[in-house]
Nanobody, 122 residues
Framework: VQLQASGGGLVQAGGSLRLSCAGS????????MGWFRQAPGKEREFVAA????????DYADFAKGRFTISRDNAKNTVYLQMNSLKREDTAVYYC????????????????WGQGTQVTVSS
């Protein structure tokens, strides 16, 4: 089971990035998928999650109104559109597959991508 995250990079504050996370059909299935992030010296934190139909999604408070999670099951890909980026959004972003656990806790996920670095400059 593999998840491959991509789309990170260096962007100026106020800019946008779109992260992608691709996997196999077996990986995605009908699972909830989530995005987390981890900044240097900080714990991994929840960003957003989406159910397999795409009919439900939830966001961390800092992401509401700026980030949008979506998925294309035909492509076995989940996305994170990030707008109005701030310096404090700088982190490594990870996608992960929920294992039926609490969706906004890292312990609720069993498979993780390798992470993609997002750096926001002022």
């Amino acid at each position: 089971v593999q998840l491959q995250a991509s789309g990170g990079g260096l962007v100026q504050a106020g800019g946008s990035l779109r992260l992608s996370c691709a996997g196999s059909r077996r990986t995605f299935g009908d699972y909830v998928m989530g995005w987390f992030r981890q900044a240097p010296g900080k714990e991994r934190e929840f960003v957003a999650a989406i159910n397999w139909r795409g009919s439900w999604a939830d966001y961390a408070d800092f992401a509401k109104g700026r980030f949008t999670i979506s998925r294309d099951n035909a492509k076995n890909t989940v996305y994170l559109q990030m707008n109005s980026l701030k310096r404090e959004d700088t982190a490594v972003y990870y996608c992960a597959r929920n294992n039926g656990g609490i969706y906004n806790r890292a312990a609720g996920y069993d498979y993780w991508g390798q992470g993609t670095q997002v750096t926001v400059s002022s």
